[in-house]
């Protein structure tokens, strides 16, 4: 292309190799989202959206997705985009998605960390006292001892607001360029803050917070009435029903994710959008039973029963929803129907790991059917 | 950068200074309501308020103790290489990870699942691997026993055994957690023996 190479000064080689020892320990920490297919297809978008410009060999681009249900993407200075699967599950359509990577790529071809590192004085110091800062505390330590200092900073704090504002600005261009709707690139942010207003607790990352969420809207929709009032009003590409069905296995794992972390209207939210797309699945009728169940809200024991029920109709020979109506029936009193619902588990899954816990409960309730 | 240093620097303090005595036999803690026999060679570090800073390793990474739940905190060589921890959590304290909220009589298995749940929430442990989880009594009360292998972000493989109880509104659990590698085996069976020794004396007063 005739384009002279990337030349890096000393601290942005040094800020390189941090990005590549930090990007090993998370590939190596088993947080990585196994699904090939999903990254071949991120991957092709993001292709898609990067210029020509913006050679492969200056920047190690590529996409890697993290099995954590916060809403988080973040890019090291090299170009490794990493996407969480909390964030593909709450994105609608592959403009959306297209959005979220030519922004993240802006920030790497435009060497935004790079900047960001050098306008903070004593560098050194800055990183040291960032590690121990963050630590111990909550979600941001966890967060700082995963990822690493360069990729923390990155997906907690962002960038400055001129490199935001820059990255929302060439992030609109590419995806614009590549032939996607620019209308949907605000409806993204806002969609996202509708759905960190219904958890009521705010997140530790930069796409997780209510005031940079409405920043970047407020951004996109400034540039769509302004410098890209042409391009809105032609519209392009949305691509859903392939994004749908690429990311439908994610959307799932994903609500697994949240209901562990007991984030039930978040679980509930994710599931109702899987069963639209597939109605029938047996299983996501479970983990939306065990939502309700999860949740110690008696309000939702009717629910969680029904999703149970709806489930074993589904899927005959299905044993965990026995396991969950029978512990619903054990709490709420219910010794016959949970003796029941405990021995058909126990039947359809002769080798469950639980088994001991559940022959314990179902002499407990035969004993106490004899008393 | 200086207000941020003001910040770190006594927590730091703090955390040297934590203190820990030599003990050994029993251990009697009315105040949370137990009793243990702790083997001889061991060491007690003792929280010294609500959040006391104690550098460890995950789960005791850069742990945050408080003395109001935080009943044991034993040692025989420090805390990365093994530590032995008794744990107090009221029914209505929230868990460090998950959202989901501890239920007076609920059942085992779903008390043991809440536990995995917490830990598989926490996203600082790699590799996290549950490798058993069954029923086992604790203090002669139906409880639960698990035992899980993690790696720290350096690479450093360890494991625990996790017992838990609920006794009223109460949830007791008792955690062994030592480096995979010669640690963990060499000294399980003195953990075992403490586990063994509880004893829960009643109500915290």
Not at chain 1, 124 to 132: E, H, L
Not at chain 1, 198 to 224: I, M, N, Q, V, W
Request: proline share 6%.
């Amino acid at each position: 292309m005739g384009k002279a190479p990337l030349q890096q000064e000393e601290d942005e080689r040094r800020i390189w190799a941090r990005s590549q020892e930090e990007q090993r320990r998370l590939e190596a920490s088993g947080h990585l989202y196994d699904d090939p297919e999903l990254e071949a297809y991120i991957a092709r978008v993001l292709e898609r959206v990067r210029p020509p410009e913006v050679s492969r060999g200056d920047l190690s681009l590529r996409v890697r997705v993290i099995k954590n249900p916060l809403l988080n993407a973040f890019t090291y200075p090299n170009g490794a985009i990493y996407v969480h699967t909390g964030i593909l599950a709450r994105i609608d359509n592959e403009a959306q998605l297209a959005t979220l990577l030519a922004h993240e790529l802006a920030h790497a071809s435009h060497r935004h960390a790079v900047t960001r590192f050098r306008d903070i004085q004593n560098k050194t110091a800055f990183i040291s006292t960032f590690q121990v800062m963050a630590a111990p505390w909550g979600l941001i330590g966890l967060v700082a001892q995963a990822l690493g200092t360069v990729g923390a900073i990155a997906a907690i704090y962002g960038h400055s607001q001129e490199q935001e504002l820059e990255a929302d600005r060439e992030g609109l261009r590419l995806m614009t360029r590549a032939g996607y709707d620019p209308r949907e690139a605000p409806k993204l942010f806002l969609h996202l803050r509708q759905w960190i207003e219904d958890e009521k607790k705010p997140e530790p990352f930069f796409f997780g917070t209510h005031p940079r969420l409405a920043e970047r809207t407020a951004s996109y929709e400034s540039l769509l009435a302004g410098e890209f009032r042409g391009a809105a009003a032609q519209g392009g590409e949305v691509g859903g029903p392939e994004f749908l069905a690429r990311t439908r296995r994610a959307l799932l794992d994903n609500a697994v994710l949240d209901l562990q972390a007991g984030r039930f209207v978040q679980t509930q939210k994710t599931i109702s959008k899987y069963l639209a797309l597939d109605p029938h699945d047996a299983a996501a009728h479970y983990y939306l039973g065990e939502s309700h169940r999860r949740s110690n809200d008696p309000q939702q024991r009717e629910q969680a029963l029904a999703h149970y029920r709806e489930a074993i109709g589904r899927a005959a020979g299905f044993p965990e929803p026995y396991r969950g109506l029978g512990t619903l029936h054990y709490q709420a009193g219910n010794r016959t129907e949970a003796r029941r619902a405990f021995a058909e588990y126990l039947r359809l899954a002769p080798g469950a790991k639980d088994r001991p816990y559940i022959e314990g409960l179902l002499e407990e309730l035969g004993e106490d059917d004899k008393s | 950068m200086k207000r941020w240093m003001a910040l770190v620097l006594p927590l730091l303090l703090a955390a040297a200074c934590a203190p820990i005595t030599a003990v050994s036999g029993k251990l009697a803690l009315a105040d949370h309501g137990l009793e243990v026999d702790v083997p001889a060679g061991w060491y007690r570090i003792e929280p010294i308020g609500r959040n006391h800073l104690v550098m460890a390793g995950f789960p005791f990474e850069a742990l945050l103790l408080d003395k109001n739940t935080e009943a044991v905190l034993l040692t025989r060589d420090g805390l990365l290489l093994q530590a032995i921890r008794v744990e107090r959590v009221p029914v209505d304290k929230d868990l460090p990870y998950s959202k989901r909220k501890l239920v007076v009589g609920m059942p085992v298995h779903d008390l043991a699942e809440l536990e995995v749940d917490n830990l598989r929430s926490n996203h600082a442990a790699f590799n996290f691997e549950l490798a058993e989880n069954q029923p086992a009594p604790v203090a002669g009360r139906p409880g639960f026993r698990l035992v899980y292998r993690w790696k720290t972000k350096e690479g450093l493989p360890l494991q625990a055994i996790h017992y838990g109880v609920f006794d009223g509104k109460t949830l007791f659990r008792v955690v062994y957690q030592a480096a995979a590698r010669h640690y963990f085996e060499r000294d399980a069976p003195a953990f075992e023996r403490v586990r063994e020794s509880l004893r829960l004396t009643g109500p915290r007063a």
